[in-house]
């Protein structure tokens, strides 16, 4: 189905989300942080991105903003344990590609439906649409 690319330091949730998706057969691909996520991305025809927001070397709001620049086309989704406000509008201000921002924990079955949620409503709708109703959702329910 889809080529993800998935940037998580935490390895049991990592492997876990990683695990689901497979077996709803997504091809993923795994990333410790921010800098291997880059890599992956320009080497990789990836569908989407997850990242997670708080990782080591480069985190996941400096990969956004590097991924932007070079594959704008891509969707990027926030996965985070932190729902603060500030912290949802540094993702959504990481790239016009980011669509979404998701709190842990999540089930990997809501991470499931949620992927394939946006990659069927960015290729219907497009980037733009997906993230400014994400936004709109996610700052009315962010915690001030």
């Known amino acids: 189905m889809a080529n993800i690319l998935y940037a998580e330091d935490d390895r049991?949730?990592?492997e876990l989300f990683a695990?689901?998706?497979r077996q709803n057969d997504h091809t993923v691909h795994e990333a410790i942080n921010?800098?291997?996520a880059v890599?992956?991305?320009?080497?990789?025809?990836i569908d989407l991105v997850l990242l997670?927001?708080?990782m080591p070397m480069v985190t996941g709001y400096d990969a956004a903003r590097i991924i932007a620049k070079e594959r704008p086309d891509i969707p990027v989704v926030f996965l985070s344990?932190?729902?603060?406000?500030?912290?949802?509008?540094?993702?959504f201000d990481s790239g016009k590609m980011v669509v979404d921002y998701l709190i842990k924990p999540i089930s990997?079955?809501?991470?499931?439906d949620t992927v394939e949620n946006i990659i069927e409503s960015c290729r219907i709708r497009g980037i733009d649409s997906v993230r400014e109703e994400n936004r709109a959702r996610e700052l009315v329910s962010a915690e001030w």
């Open 52 to 54: 997670d927001a708080r």
């Open 81 to 91: 344990a932190r729902g603060m406000r500030r912290e949802v509008n540094l993702a």
């Open 19 to 21: 695990f689901a998706l």
């Open 108 to 112: 990997p079955q809501q991470l499931v």
């Open 34 to 36: 921010g800098a291997q």
């Open 12 to 14: 049991d949730c990592r």
């Open 39 to 45: 890599q992956i991305v320009r080497e990789e025809a």
